[in-house]
């Protein structure tokens, strides 16, 4: 039985929970309205606040709890009575999952040793997370008899966005093409097709989306429907059934969604019926939970090592000079480890690498930048550990290890999903592949330079290939926001010493960037290199820099489609 003691940090936890998602329902609900006006630099600004809460708020429980136990901190027996008092409070909660892992985030920073033990945490979930039955509650229902006309016309009343559709009834014309040329020319309705649609509306950046499923030819069929808002009015912007454009949307590359939602496993539930082949951690993440999407992570990683036999081992590529990354080969996963040591040309602490993934967790990612998830004190089995894998592990990050029995314990490290390194990639692709990939490369840099981040590092050694083979930033130790930079023209030499000068004759500073010299390290592949660099020339225009970075400065929110701009209804609209 709890004590007094044990019951207030009990309630202290429960109400923090509680206090949390209060807040984080709060900022949430305030995007709509943002997009009703749009306000995108409100929207943006409540997309940070929303993503700083957790950890905010964490602080001030941490302190309550250390302070109401005192000496009994680190007394097992106080916190199994904790837990399971906890337990009982959160088992009928329709958001119980999200509750435990807020647990858990408090006990391992409240607890000397940060160390991680079921009976003290919730390291296996206490409970079914994931519901086997569907909530009708959840979507709307809409009968598959009857005009496709009426059909969307029911749809876009049951999703008013506040303000006039802009040609709405254009609109409901290109959604019943849609239908018409994707399922209807396959398939033919009857008295069980329906379709659902989630209530929830899905925001980010400068769109909406509405995502759903059709039942017909024995199957659900699903779908996605972006809403964009111009200075002319709301108007859908296409409409996907694609399965890989749509598992894209919902990409560990783009900026968490913000939507209201009322019970996040049903949600998750429904989504994985839509986006298929995405384990739920990657759709608790892209819905905003990213701290349960670490937690959801964490089981399904312990679950998999269980069940497999591979060892650890270095990751492909060349080596970074600040990160020591290794994988594990049966798991699409990497593990990134800042070195100990950086060698020159590398300035920088440990602590501003840090920094630099901070800032990309904050910003819109455009869909052209890994997320990742920080873990601290993070264990591994040591007779899974390669012994090459292990030499480099001593040799560039000792300060990081610790053996614990059986056990390596890394203090800190970084997770990402694994891709193919571009420069590997470019080794044994053909022709129309390379000039593919590069291209996305160069679109990929100009996304992110839109969105005021500057890679720094370009080369290709820092960009993966996923299996759309679309090109993404992964390394980030270099990223500066690209309002910060100086693009400049390269002086032209007018005097002999000038010419032949060894070193540079005219002032470099640290911001000043050259674009004129991406042409030398870009792209080495002899038989793609003249054709990127004819296809991009915009890459190597200071000017054109510029001008994303007036368009920066001036408050400029450009969106970036996660879909080809040739799919929408009308490209000629600008948002």
Known sequence: MPDSISSLTVNSILKGYETYISEFNRITQQIPANFVNRDWKTLQDNHRKRLRLYKDLLKDIIHLCKEQLGERVSQKETWFVIKSSYLELIRNKADKELAATFFNSVFRKTYPGNIIDDALMFVEAPFEEIPREMDSSLFYNYPGTGKLEDIFRKILADFDFGTAYYQKETDIHNLVRGVQKVILSRYKATSETTTQVLRDIFYRNKAAYLIGRTFIGQKWMPFI???????????????????????????????????????????????????????????????????????????????????????????????????????????????????????????????????????????????????????????????????????????????????DGDTLVIRHLYIERRLKPMNLYLEDCSLEAARHVVDDYANAILQMAKANIFPGDMMIKNFGVTRQNRVIFYDYDEIEFLENMNFRAKPKPETYEQIYASEPWYEIKA??????????????????????????????????WKEIQGAIKKGELIHAFPYPESMRFRPEEKI
């Open 225 to 403: 429907i972006p809403f964009v808002h111009n200075a002319k009015g709301v108007f859908a912007d296409t409409l996907i059934f694609d399965p890989n454009i749509m598992s894209g949307i919902f990409s560990y590359t783009r900026s968490y969604f913000m939507a209201r939602i009322q019970t996040p496993a049903q949600t998750v539930l429904f989504l994985n019926s839509v986006i298929q082949h995405k384990r739920p951690y990657e759709i608790y993440n892209a819905i905003g939970f990213n701290k349960h999407g670490k937690t959801a992570f964490y089981r399904d990683f312990t679950k998999h090592l269980r069940e497999s036999q591979d060892d650890f081992v270095e990751a492909s590529g060349i080596k970074g000079m600040v990160m020591t990354v290794f994988t594990l080969p049966s798991y699409n996963i990497v593990f990134k480890l800042i070195k100990d040591h950086f060698e020159p040309p590398k300035n920088m602490t440990r602590q501003q690498v840090k920094e630099k993934y901070k800032l990309v967790g904050l910003h819109d990612r455009v869909g052209r930048m890994a997320d990742t998830h920080e873990f601290e004190n993070f264990r591994l089995p040591l007779n899974r550990i390669a012994p090459e894998l292990m030499k480099e592990l001593k040799n560039t990050v000792n300060s990081l290890l610790e053996i």
């Open 511 to 544: 911001n000043d960037v050259f674009p004129e010299d991406f042409k030398r390290f870009m792209i080495g592949r002899a038989d793609v290199r003249d054709y990127f660099i004819q296809s991009n020339p915009q890459l190597f225009d200071p000017g054109y």
